[in-house]
């Protein structure tokens, strides 16, 4: 296989990722998308895309922040890798490049969240050296609102 990684950073580059951002939700809309993305992108929202050829077969968003408990720290939002191309490394790819990223940024530590009943995610977390510190509590005010 010819990857590439190749870092997004305008929101018609991710708009244009649309179809591999529904393997993971379905049901979003390119408005829907794009009105997410017009609010991130200004608080240092990038993705990054596994590209065979000019065909996205892994991408996940991420950005940078800092809390008091962990300083500067990079997180990972929306992994996800075309169900055709899984086990086959875009994965490791995907975390080993953001790895490097947050050392060039300067950051403490790299956080994420996968849902509880995600045992794959789990497995595959564990795996590229990631531990549970705790939990991400939610409380759903309009399950209208939330993305499917």
């Given at each position: 296989?010819?990857?590439?990684?190749?870092?997004?950073?305008?929101?018609?580059?991710?708009?244009?990722?649309?179809?591999?951002?529904?393997?993971?939700?379905?049901?979003?809309?390119?408005?829907?998308?794009?009105?997410?993305?017009?609010?991130?992108?200004?608080?240092?929202?990038?993705?990054?895309?596994?590209?065979?050829?000019?065909?996205?077969?892994?991408?996940?968003?991420?950005?940078s922040a800092t809390k008091l408990w962990t300083g500067k720290y990079l997180e990972i939002d929306n992994f996800v890798v075309n169900p055709e191309y899984r086990s086959k490394?875009?994965?490791?790819?995907?975390?080993?490049?953001?790895?490097?990223?947050?050392?060039?940024?300067?950051?403490?530590?790299?956080?994420?969240?996968?849902?509880?009943?995600?045992?794959?995610?789990?497995?595959?977390?564990?795996?590229?050296?990631?531990?549970?510190?705790?939990?991400?509590?939610?409380?759903?005010?309009?399950?209208?609102?939330?993305?499917?």
């Amino acid at each position: 296989m010819n990857l590439q990684i190749r870092e997004l950073t305008s929101i018609e580059e991710m708009l244009d990722q649309i179809d591999t951002m529904r393997f993971l939700y379905p049901m979003i809309t390119v408005e829907k998308y794009k009105s997410f993305l017009l609010e991130m992108v200004p608080h240092n929202y990038i993705q990054i895309g596994v590209f065979q050829d000019e065909t996205c077969v892994g991408l996940t968003g991420c950005w940078s922040a800092t809390k008091l408990w962990t300083g500067k720290y990079l997180e990972i939002d929306n992994f996800v890798v075309n169900p055709e191309y899984r086990s086959k490394g875009i994965g490791k790819l995907l975390t080993d490049f953001i790895e490097q990223k947050a050392k060039a940024l300067g950051c403490s530590s790299i956080v994420l969240d996968a849902f509880t009943g995600n045992f794959g995610a789990h497995r595959f977390y564990y795996n590229q050296g990631y531990n549970p510190k705790g939990f991400h509590f939610v409380k759903i005010l309009d399950e209208n609102k939330i993305t499917k």
